[in-house]
């Protein structure tokens, strides 16, 4: 007789059966943090590799069982962590998740429902059309019909932004891979391109992100023309020629948030050379996009609503758990092309008598409910709370560049727009600021990024931690400088 | 002065910020759960979207808290569930996930690991790798260098295999988006398509899944070409004439693990077809992979170890919550196409130091260590359990089939392979089976499938909770029973 299966996370008895388990989950990640004593391990790769390569056997013939499990795994993860929650932890657009937000992922994880059918998330999609409807409005204020799809991060948001532009000029020979009977591939057909038209042409800044340039490659779409962008942002001169020597359709994407700098393109000047030109616009503003929730810093992104399309991550700026992307479209017919039939999942009949038709809400199939922790989130703090976290980190960055001007050892790049600073060492060479950052990173010190800039390399701080005091400022500067002097 | 932040997952205060916050969160979960008293909540879309709209604001200006926000929506979404851990919802490959599973997901949230670079996720890369190199050895136990990467599910694991097969006949004019400088798009350079050679054709049964479809239209490919598959299964003689008839290069998928079926396409034979014409060969397991895990029915997936590239999902007939997707490749290097290159990210003077790069693993930037869940699961059950969870699910399959058979008023469709059942009311046509499955929906009281065969509509039952008694079994009859009867 085979044993009783192990306990379900679903239905009335599941609450129960995870009560204890989480009790092990948060003593070993108690227990990994103290462990780590830091924003990250000591030792660099090597010794972390060395020490997961010690934990034995992944696919035991006998288990060890759940408790034993979860507390060996759950506090090496958390002992080998890069904890974005330690203010030293600093590098990346890697937010520290809101305890909160943590908290309402895991009933994702326990119910477990997908969203591409009604029959599998009934709740779950209503809730997303509403967050959705929500954010969209947000984005895209005056629009009559604006629109927002769940994404796995910005790099499928901006993915999507080139599939639906790619769509638009493709001259209408199919959509979403079409319709065929039985939920099943149907017959073949041959995509032929649309005579008399090139291919679609993103153009964008040197300042934009590398998965536009992946992006476009995926889709078998030209490799993006680059406007160099010696100050950071895309200057709409320079993106005139770009788009007078390029022959159209264009794609234009802007940057609200560049990943290096954290700078902002001058949005509406970039949008009436876009009109001009009858070039769309989309805006990666994965990084900046949740300035919308401050009424202090919202006028930053003046011009975003003129974007047919905008990528916003709250898994940077919005302290959600990864993924909490958004693609939001000024109007949700543009999503049309998405459109995409299986008979297992959106028959005619179904979709007919009302069930929800969700294939076209995703590229993916089975998908998370990742606007859960969103939702939550929104509600649980309202615009003002969030507004104010993003205040607070504002604050902490230009606190941080105070801090750095008045440092005689260090320089600071220029006084940030968002949340990033970049800084080095007056006297550094290149070299010299990369190993530091190796340094800080191998002894378990401090996780700074790195970023390129004016034609040199700079130390970059990435503050989107709403809990980091002064105190944690002055010792991301003491330990760079004590980096320098050895 | 501003209010203190809500507190964060991460770091040492992060499990006491957690723990009362879960506590409200498996209130809430068992009290939708009570709500609910079924499998689904009764009503349809309709009554479920007004629910959902009765919450209140999405965005308050002040928010309620975080209390109050986790109970209120936790609670809506359980009430609103299909949850899979009813015997009752039995339609879709959507599991109901373990306990531990979901336990384990909450530290991958708290923690927020992302996996795009090692300074964000030390640990969890280190464990990424160890568990991924252990599943490629037992998908490909021959292979010298066997690897695999985590995905979003079955429709981005076959999106990846399409794309690495198109990448290998491109004529290596480009791989992964290639490198540029500063973490960002870098110099245009229009793609090439190399001449004397077709494009990549994508050779399927219609028995196959949607996302190849979809993939193709992606990836700017040809649509695949369907070969007809009229007892469910990829006929060898029949792609033998179709890979005659269509110039190549070919990828052909097979599937092991029909999503309509459960059917396992003739794996040894088509691999011999496939290599008698120099076609690579995909395998679609996505349902069907998990067998590897059973002693007793390993065996049906024999011959998978010959195709070049094969998808997997845990979140499936392995019990997690989504996303747990594998793509498997025989050879690492067959993975060199996605090789992509961010200075931010995966900086040559960093790589060079020993800082491991891991921007090729996934097309995703930020991405969730996905891969914990299923460390957890493996470790904690060991083969020996996982095997045993998949052979009760088989043997509920058989049950159910064996039940059909000695009910008059219900024809089977046919034996199962898998856990998936195929049955109709003897005397109903089309629309009074789809209807049927709409009322026992819209009733709240089951969830069930339905599949094309044989040129007929049958309800589908796809058994993956293994907790199901015979009593279970007996009720979905006598639901189906009954909705004909009236």
Redesign the interface.
């Known amino acids: 007789m ?2 009783a ?8 008895p ?6 204890p ?2 009790g ?7 227990a990994g ?2 462990e780590r004593g830091g924003p ?2 000591a030792g ?3 010794a ?2 060395h ?3 010690r ?12 408790d ?3 507390r ?3 506090q ?11 203010p030293l932890c600093a ?24 969203m591409d ?8 999609s ?2 997303e ?3 959705t ?3 969209a409005a ?1 984005i895209h204020p005056g629009a009559p019909h604006p629109d927002a799809l769940v994404t ?5 948001s901006n993915q999507l932004a080139l ?1 639906l532009a790619r769509e638009r000029h493709a001259g209408g020979h ?1 959509a ?3 319709h ?12 032929e391109r649309p005579t008399g038209k090139g291919p679609l042409r993103t153009v ?11 992006a ?11 406007v160099p962008t010696p100050r950071g942002v895309l200057d709409p001169t320079a993106l005139h020629t770009a788009l007078t020597d390029t022959p159209g359709p264009h794609l234009v994407a802007a940057t609200a948030g560049t ?2 700098e954290g700078l902002i393109d001058p949005l509406p000047a970039l949008a009436d050379v876009c009109a001009a030109h009858g070039a769309d616009l989309h805006v990666d503003a994965a990084y900046g996009g949740p300035l919308l929730f401050s009424r202090t810093h919202r006028p930053l992104l003046d011009g975003l609503d003129r974007a047919r399309t905008v990528t916003v ?1 709250l ?1 940077k700026l919005g ?1 959600q ?3 909490a992307g958004l693609l939001a479209v000024r109007d949700t017919t543009d999503l049309a092309p998405l459109a ?5 999942l959106n ?1 005619d ?2 979709t007919d ?4 038709d969700l294939l076209g809400r995703s ?7 990742d606007v ?2 969103t ?11 969030l507004g ?2 993003v ?2 980190c504002m604050d902490l960055a230009q606190d941080l560049a105070d801090r750095i001007e008045k440092t005689p050892a260090l320089d600071l790049r220029a006084r940030p727009v968002l949340t990033t600073v970049l800084f080095r060492p007056h006297h550094a060479d290149d ?1 010299t600021v ?1 190993a530091i950052r ?1 340094t800080l ?1 191998t002894s378990g010190r401090a ?1 700074l ?4 800039a004016d034609g040199r390399l700079w130390l ?1 701080a990435t503050l989107l ?3 980091a005091t002064p105190d944690d400022l002055d010792q991301l500067i003491t330990l760079v400088e004590g980096s320098t002097h050895r």
Chains 1, 2 share one sequence.
């Open positions: 085979r044993a299966p192990p306990p379900l996370a679903g239905g009335v599941g609450a129960d059966a995870l009560r388990l989480l092990a989950v948060l003593d070993a990640l108690r943090a103290e990250l391990p660099g790769p090597e972390v590799a020490r997961t390569a934990l034995g056997a992944v696919l035991p013939e006998t288990g060890t069982g759940p034993e499990a979860l060996t795994l759950v090496a993860l958390a002992a080998g962590a890069a904890d974005p929650a330690d590098a990346h657009l890697h937010t520290p998740p809101l305890a909160l937000a943590a908290a309402a992922d895991l009933a994702a994880s326990a119910l477990n429902p997908s059918s009604w029959d599998q998330a009934p709740a779950a209503a809730l059309t509403l967050v409807t929500a954010l947000e796995t991060g910005g790099t499928e599939l199919h979403g891979g079409g065929t009977g039985g939920g099943h591939t149907g017959k073949g057909h041959t995509r964008v800044g040197a300042n934009a992100h590398h998965s536009f340039r992946r476009a490659w995926l889709l078998g779409l030209p490799a993006p023309v680059v990943t290096d991550d898994h302290w758990p990864a993924a995409h039939t299986a008979d297992y028959a009949d179904d008598a009302g069930l929800p590229p993916r199939t089975t998908r998370r409910p859960l922790k939702a939550v989130t929104l509600r649980a703090l309202g615009r003002t709370g104010a976290l205040d607070t070299t990369a190796r990173l996780v990024g790195r970023a390129r970059k931690n709403p809990h």
